[in-house]
C-alpha cells in the first residue's frame, strides 16, 4: 500500500476533505489510498497490518499494534489529596518523583519517534506539583510534540495557569467529581471545589483576555452512585469555564467499600456485551428529550440490548484493550514501561465480591534503553497483538474461579500480564 501510495502521490488533492474527514480514492485495482499526512498519524507504513472492521454502513480501520502514538508519563506518584476512590487505598509502594535524567530520556526518545507521538502527563499523582514541569513542557513542545496533562485543579492558581501557556500546553484536564462542595468532599476528602471553580474561572478570563487558543480545557468526570446526579451539573461546571471535551469514567473499585458505587453491577456478567454478535441491536435515531422518550428509553436501556444512537458505534465490541487501540504505552516516575496504566502499580481491587490482585507489569527501563527498542521488542510486539486479539479467559463474564484472583495466570493458559478480568478492556473504565 505505501509503494503504490508514493506512485500516484502527486494525482491526489490532499485539501479535499469532508466535514471533519479526508477524502481517500480507489485505484482501478480496489485498493484505498489516503492521504500521506493521515497514512503517518495512524502508522499505516509499507507492510503494516491493518485491521477492518465493518460497522453497519461503515468500515472501521486500526491503528497498527507498530505505531506508537501516544505516551502516557507519571512525573510523580504524590499527590496533595486524599480521596476515597484513589488507588493510593490498594497499594503499599514508595512515593517517588520523576528525575532530571529520567525525563531527558523520555525526551531525547520523542526526538527518535515520527510522527511525535502525544505526551500525556498523568499517571497516578498529581503533575503540577513537579518543580520541573515547566521547563519539561517546554522541552517536550520543541521536541514537536503535542502535550496533554490531567491535575486535580487545586493547584491551578493565576501564577500555575500563566506557566502553562507559556510552556506550550496543548490541552489541560481538570478532575472534578462533584458540582457541591458537600458532593465534591464526599469523594474528595477536601473542601477545594470553591478555590477550583475560582481557579477555572480566572483560566477562562486570562484565556479571553489574552486570546490564547491553548490549552483546550477537558473535565474529567469519576461517576458513581454517589454523585452521578452531579453529572449535568459539572458539565455546565466546564462549559461556563470554556471546555470543549469532557470524559467519564465508572470508578474502579479499589477497595471493598467501594464496591457498593459502582454504576455497572448488572453490565458487568451481561452476556451480550460479551457476545455482540449474538445481541439484539437497537438503532435509534435522534429525538428530543422530554418525559415521554426518557421514560421510554430508560426502559429500553434497562433491556439486554446493544444500542446504537444514531449510528455513534455504541454496538462496537468490548474485550478491546484502548491502549493497544491508541497506540500508546506508560512511563512510571522511577523510568520503568508498561503496556498500560493499569499495570504501573501493584495494586488490589475488586470484581463483584472478588479481591483481585494486580502486579504491575514492566516491558522495560527508558532510562536503560531507548523508547523505539523497548516498543519494537519482538516480545511487546506480541504481546500487543495477544491484546488485539484479546483471547484471554472471560474472568470479567466468568469470575468464578481464583484465576480471577490475579493477573498472572488464566484458564486458557496465559500467562502474565493476564487481562480477561481488566475493566478498562470492558469499556467501564476510561481516561483522557
Known amino acids: 500500500m505505501g509503494h503504490y501510495w508514493r ?3 502527486s494525482d491526489f488533492d490532499e485539501n479535499r476533505r469532508v466535514q471533519t474527514g479526508w477524502i481517500a480514492q480507489v485505484d482501478e485495482k480496489g485498493r484505498l489510498v489516503v492521504p500521506e499526512e493521515v497514512a503517518a498519524r495512524f502508522g499505516w507504513k509499507p507492510g503494516a497490518l491493518v485491521e477492518l472492521h465493518e460497522d453497519g454502513n461503515e468500515l472501521r480501520l486500526t491503528r497498527p499494534v507498530t505505531s506508537l502514538a501516544r505516551i502516557y508519563v507519571e512525573l510523580t506518584n504524590a499527590c496533595n489529596l486524599d480521596c476515597t476512590i484513589c488507588i493510593r487505598n490498594a497499594w503499599n509502594e514508595p512515593t517517588g518523583w520523576m528525575s532530571e535524567q529520567t525525563f531527558q530520556h523520555v525526551i531525547s526518545s520523542l526526538r527518535m519517534i515520527s510522527p511525535r507521538p502525544t505526551l500525556f502527563l498523568g499517571g497516578f499523582g498529581e503533575p503540577l506539583a513537579h518543580p520541573r514541569l515547566k521547563d519539561w513542557i517546554r522541552q517536550a513542545k520543541d521536541s514537536g510534540a503535542m502535550i496533554e496533562l490531567i491535575t486535580n485543579g487545586t493547584l491551578l492558581d493565576e501564577a500555575m495557569i500563566i506557566q502553562l501557556v507559556e510552556s506550550g500546553l496543548d490541552v489541560l484536564w481538570v478532575s472534578i467529581d462533584g458540582a457541591t462542595p458537600r458532593s465534591y468532599q464526599d469523594v474528595r476528602l477536601s473542601s477545594e471545589l470553591d478555590q477550583i471553580k475560582a481557579n477555572l474561572k480566572r483560566f477562562q478570563e486570562l484565556r479571553l483576555r489574552h486570546a490564547w487558543t491553548k490549552p483546550k480545557l477537558g473535565i474529567a468526570f469519576v461517576a458513581m452512585k454517589r454523585n452521578i446526579q452531579d453529572l449535568p451539573a459539572v458539565i455546565q461546571l466546564g462549559l461556563h469555564a470554556g471546555a470543549d471535551r469532557f470524559s467519564v469514567s465508572n470508578v474502579l473499585p ?3 467499600q467501594m464496591q457498593d458505587e459502582i454504576l455497572y453491577a448488572r453490565s458487568l456478567y451481561s452476556f ?12 435509534l435515531p435522534r429525538m428530543d428529550t422530554t418525559p415521554q422518550t426518557a421514560d ?3 426502559s429500553v436501556l434497562r433491556g439486554e440490548y446493544l444500542i446504537d444512537f444514531y449510528g455513534s458505534g ?6 478491546r484493550c484502548p491502549f493497544v487501540e491508541r497506540g500508546s504505552l506508560a512511563i512510571r516516575w522511577d523510568g520503568k514501561v508498561s503496556p498500560c496504566l493499569s499495570l504501573l502499580h501493584s495494586h488490589v481491587s475488586y470484581l463483584g465480591e472478588r479481591q483481585r490482585n494486580s502486579q504491575a507489569y514492566f516491558i522495560g527501563d527508558i532510562s536503560e534503553s531507548e523508547l523505539l527498542n523497548i516498543w519494537n521488542d519482538p516480545a511487546f510486539v506480541a504481546l500487543r497483538r495477544r491484546l488485539r486479539s484479546f483471547d484471554f479467559s472471560p474472568c ?3 469470575n468464578s474461579c481464583e484465576h480471577a484472583d490475579q493477573n498472572l495466570e488464566d484458564c486458557f493458559g496465559n500467562i502474565a500480564p493476564t487481562c480477561g478480568g481488566c475493566l478498562w ?4 473504565i476510561q481516561c483522557p
Not at 425 to 428: D, I, V, Y
Open 7 to 9: 506512485e500516484i502521490r
Open 254 to 256: 479499589y477497595t471493598h
Open 272 to 283: 451480550y456485551a460479551q457476545s455482540p454478535e449474538r445481541g439484539v441491536v437497537i438503532h
Open 296 to 298: 421510554a428509553l430508560e
Open 314 to 319: 455504541v454496538t462496537r465490541r468490548v474485550n
Open 396 to 398: 470479567c463474564y466468568c
Open 425 to 428: 478492556a470492558q469499556g467501564f
